[in-house]
């Protein structure tokens, strides 16, 4: 299983982005997909995920303004970004778990400016 993330950047306070993540290879296992980041000197946080029946799960610090959501059929998954602060500036990584293990892409840099 690869994933590779897309869509970071460089944006102002107040704008949205929309990042992606696609699933390559074998996903039968798969039963979760998420989203995480990690702020330079700060650990790596959940920010959402969305997992079997399409429950989703937000950190308090997103919430009402990030939306996961996934498109199965081309084993795609996004996060929508708005309103976006200072405080979101991080390297977003895409995490797939499966009942075995979890994958991780390779992170995409999203920059906020104030």
């Known amino acids: 299983v690869q994933l590779e993330e897309s869509g970071g950047g460089l944006v102002h306070a107040g704008e949205s982005l929309r990042l992606s993540c696609k699933v390559f290879?074998?996903?039968?296992?798969?039963?979760?997909l998420s989203w995480h980041r990690q702020a330079p000197g700060k650990q790596r946080e959940l920010v959402a995920s969305?997992?079997?029946?399409?429950?989703?799960k937000y950190a308090d610090t997103v919430k009402g303004r990030f939306t996961i959501s996934r498109n199965s059929a081309e084993n795609i998954v996004y996060p929508k970004m708005n309103n976006l602060n200072h405080d979101d500036t991080a390297v977003y990584y895409c995490?797939?778990?499966?009942?075995?293990?979890?994958?991780w892409g390779q992170g995409t840099q999203v920059t906020v400016s104030s």
């Open positions: 995490n797939a778990e499966s009942t075995l293990t979890y994958y």
């Open positions: 969305i997992g079997i029946g399409d429950r989703t």
């Open positions: 290879g074998d996903i039968s296992g798969i039963y979760s």
